[in-house]
C-alpha cells in the first residue's frame, strides 16, 4: 500500500522567482534592475537613487543655482506625470541636463511636449500570453553600419516611435521589424533619451548570452560629463502601488476638474450659462395678447349655405324668395324699414341711409318686384338677384 502510495505522489513544486517587472535597484528576480543598476555605478561616479517625484531633485540641489549637467534615469513598465511634472521635466532638459526614460506605456501628453507618439495601444494588443519567442532588439549605427542585436526568449518587443521630427531626433536603435525603439531626441541644451523596451533593462535580458553589451552601448552613447546621476524609485512603483490601492476615498472631483486646465474653464463657462439661465428666466414674461378675431356674419353665412343647397336642387324661385326675405329683414334690423316699397321715395330715402346711388338702389328694387311677381325665375335672373344683393351688402 506504501508502495502505491509512494508512486501516485506529485514532485514538490519549485520556488520559480518572480516575474514581476518593478525594475528595481535591489530586486534580483529576473525582471528587477539590480543589474542595469550597478552597470549605471560602474560608469558614473555620483549616482543616486530618488524615492520621491521630479521636485524630489529640486530639493536635492537647493543650493546650486542651476541645475544643466544632470542625468536622471527612469526605467519603468508604465510611467505617467501629472501637467506640472510634465512641464518640469521639459524645462530640465531645455536647461542641458539629460532624461533617460525606457517604459512600455508612456504618458502621451508628455510625448507630446517633444512632438514624438509611440504604437503602446497597438503594441499591448499584440504583447498578450502565449506569444513567448525568441526576440531580439538592436543598436542601429546607421544606415551604413552593421545593426548588432541581441536576443532572448520572451514576449516580443513590440513598441516603436510612430512619429517624430527627423530634424530633432536620432535613432539608435530598432525592434525585430526595424522599427525605432531607441531615439535621442534634441531639446534646448539637453537630450531625452526614449527606450521603448524596459525589459532589455532586466536581469533576465542582461545576463542572457552577451546582452549586456546592449546596456553599455545605452550608457556610452550619454555624455560623460553627467553629474550627479539620479536612478529613479519613485515612478516605477508609483503605477503599481496605485493598482494595489487605488486612491477611491481621496478622490474629489473638483481637484481633478480644476487641475486641468481645458476642464476647469469648461466648468466655469457652463456656471455662468447655468446662471445665466436662471437670473434671466426670473423675469415677468407677460403672456401673448391673442389678436381680437373679426366678428363673422353668421346670417350670411347660413343663408348662403341654404342657397347652396337649394341651388343644388335647382328650386330657383324658392332661392329668390329667401335672398329676398333676407333682404327685408336686413333692412329693418339695419335701418329701421318696416316695409320695402317699390317707389322712387322710398328708393331715394334707401338711397340717403346706404350711401349707394339711387339709380342702384331703384334697380335692385325692381329686380327684387320682377322676382316676386314672375312663377317661375330662371338661372339669369336669380344670378342676377344675387350680385345686385351682394353689391348691396357689400356698398359697391
Same mark, same amino acid.
Given at each position: 500500500?506504501?508502495l502505491v502510495?509512494t508512486?501516485?505522489?506529485?514532485p514538490?513544486?519549485s520556488n520559480l522567482?518572480s516575474?514581476?517587472?518593478?525594475?528595481e535597484k535591489?530586486d534580483k528576480?529576473p525582471? /528587477?534592475?539590480n543589474?542595469?543598476?550597478?552597470?549605471?555605478?560602474?560608469?558614473?561616479e555620483?549616482v543616486?537613487?530618488?524615492y520621491?517625484?521630479?521636485f524630489?531633485?529640486d530639493?536635492?540641489t537647493?543650493?546650486r543655482?542651476?541645475?544643466t549637467?544632470?542625468?536622471?534615469i527612469?526605467?519603468s513598465?508604465?510611467l505617467?506625470?501629472?501637467?506640472?511634472?510634465?512641464?518640469?521635466?521639459?524645462?530640465?532638459?531645455e536647461h542641458?541636463?539629460?532624461?533617460l526614460?525606457?517604459a512600455n506605456e508612456?504618458d502621451p501628453?508628455?510625448?507630446?511636449?517633444?512632438?514624438?507618439?509611440?504604437?503602446?495601444?497597438i503594441?499591448?494588443i499584440m504583447?498578450?500570453?502565449g506569444?513567448?519567442?525568441?526576440?531580439?532588439?538592436?543598436?542601429f549605427f546607421g544606415?551604413?553600419?552593421p545593426?548588432?542585436s541581441y536576443?532572448?526568449?520572451y514576449y516580443p518587443?513590440?513598441?516603436y516611435l510612430?512619429?517624430y521630427?527627423?530634424?530633432?531626433t536620432r535613432?539608435? /536603435?530598432?525592434?525585430?521589424q526595424l522599427?525605432p525603439?531607441?531615439?535621442?531626441?534634441?531639446?534646448?541644451?539637453?537630450?531625452l533619451y526614449?527606450?521603448?523596451a524596459?525589459r532589455?533593462f532586466s536581469?533576465?535580458f542582461?545576463l542572457?548570452?552577451k546582452? #549586456?553589451?546592449? #546596456?553599455k552601448?545605452?550608457?556610452?552613447y550619454?555624455?560623460?560629463?553627467?553629474s550627479?546621476v539620479?536612478?529613479d524609485e519613485?515612478?516605477k512603483t508609483l503605477f503599481?502601488n496605485?493598482q494595489q490601492?487605488p486612491?477611491?476615498?481621496d478622490?474629489?472631483?473638483?481637484?481633478?476638474?480644476?487641475?486641468?486646465?481645458? #476642464?476647469?474653464?469648461?466648468?466655469f463657462?457652463a456656471?455662468f450659462?447655468?446662471?445665466?439661465?436662471?437670473?434671466?428666466g426670473?423675469?415677468?414674461?407677460?403672456?401673448?395678447?391673442p389678436l381680437?378675431?373679426e366678428?363673422e356674419?353668421a346670417?350670411v353665412d347660413?343663408v348662403e349655405t341654404?342657397?347652396r343647397?337649394y341651388?343644388?336642387?335647382k328650386?330657383?324661385?324658392?332661392i329668390a324668395?329667401?335672398l329676398v326675405?333676407?333682404?327685408?329683414?336686413?333692412l329693418?334690423?339695419k335701418?329701421f324699414?318696416n316695409?320695402?316699397?317699390n /317707389?322712387g321715395?322710398f328708393?331715394?330715402r334707401?338711397?340717403?341711409?346706404?350711401?349707394?346711388p339711387?339709380e342702384?338702389?331703384?334697380?335692385? #328694387?325692381n329686380?327684387i318686384?320682377i322676382?316676386?311677381?314672375s312663377?317661375?325665375?330662371?338661372d339669369?335672373?336669380?344670378?342676377?338677384?344675387n350680385?345686385?344683393?351682394?353689391?348691396?351688402y357689400n356698398?359697391k
Amino acid at each position: 500500500m506504501s508502495l502505491v502510495w509512494t508512486g501516485c505522489k506529485f514532485p514538490a513544486r519549485s520556488n520559480l522567482p518572480s516575474l514581476k517587472e518593478t525594475y528595481e535597484k535591489d530586486d534580483k528576480n529576473p525582471f /528587477g534592475g539590480n543589474v542595469a543598476f550597478n552597470e549605471v555605478l560602474d560608469y558614473f561616479e555620483n549616482v543616486k537613487a530618488v524615492y520621491g517625484d521630479v521636485f524630489t531633485i529640486d530639493e536635492d540641489t537647493a543650493r546650486r543655482r542651476e541645475l544643466t549637467h544632470s542625468l536622471y534615469i527612469i526605467v519603468s513598465d508604465k510611467l505617467f506625470f501629472n501637467e506640472d511634472e510634465a512641464l518640469w521635466l521639459r524645462k530640465y532638459i531645455e536647461h542641458g541636463n539629460d532624461l533617460l526614460i525606457s517604459a512600455n506605456e508612456i504618458d502621451p501628453r508628455f510625448l507630446k511636449l517633444f512632438h514624438c507618439e509611440t504604437n503602446q495601444r497597438i503594441a499591448h494588443i499584440m504583447d498578450r500570453p502565449g506569444n513567448m519567442k525568441e526576440t531580439k532588439t538592436s543598436i542601429f549605427f546607421g544606415e551604413k553600419l552593421p545593426v548588432v542585436s541581441y536576443k532572448y526568449f520572451y514576449y516580443p518587443f513590440n513598441d516603436y516611435l510612430r512619429e517624430y521630427k527627423e530634424d530633432e531626433t536620432r535613432v539608435l /536603435g530598432v525592434n525585430d521589424q526595424l522599427l525605432p525603439n531607441f531615439a535621442i531626441i534634441f531639446y534646448g541644451k539637453g537630450r531625452l533619451y526614449l527606450q521603448l523596451a524596459p525589459r532589455a533593462f532586466s536581469n533576465y535580458f542582461l545576463l542572457t548570452n552577451k546582452n #549586456l553589451g546592449y #546596456l553599455k552601448h545605452i550608457v556610452n552613447y550619454m555624455r560623460s560629463d553627467r553629474s550627479p546621476v539620479y536612478w529613479d524609485e519613485y515612478y516605477k512603483t508609483l503605477f503599481r502601488n496605485y493598482q494595489q490601492n487605488p486612491p477611491n476615498k481621496d478622490f474629489k472631483t473638483m481637484g481633478v476638474i480644476m487641475k486641468n486646465t481645458s #476642464l476647469k474653464w469648461a466648468f466655469f463657462v457652463a456656471v455662468f450659462a447655468f446662471m445665466f439661465f436662471i437670473f434671466s428666466g426670473m423675469k415677468r414674461k407677460q403672456r401673448l395678447i391673442p389678436l381680437k378675431p373679426e366678428e363673422e356674419n353668421a346670417s350670411v353665412d347660413f343663408v348662403e349655405t341654404l342657397g347652396r343647397l337649394y341651388f343644388v336642387n335647382k328650386d330657383n324661385k324658392n332661392i329668390a324668395t329667401k335672398l329676398v326675405t333676407y333682404f327685408r329683414e336686413h333692412l329693418r334690423s339695419k335701418y329701421f324699414f318696416n316695409k320695402v316699397e317699390n /317707389g322712387g321715395q322710398f328708393a331715394t330715402r334707401l338711397a340717403a341711409k346706404s350711401g349707394l346711388p339711387p339709380e342702384q338702389i331703384t334697380e335692385l #328694387l325692381n329686380c327684387i318686384e320682377i322676382v316676386e311677381k314672375s312663377p317661375t325665375v330662371s338661372d339669369e335672373q336669380l344670378l342676377s338677384l344675387n350680385q345686385q344683393l351682394e353689391n348691396f351688402y357689400n356698398k359697391k
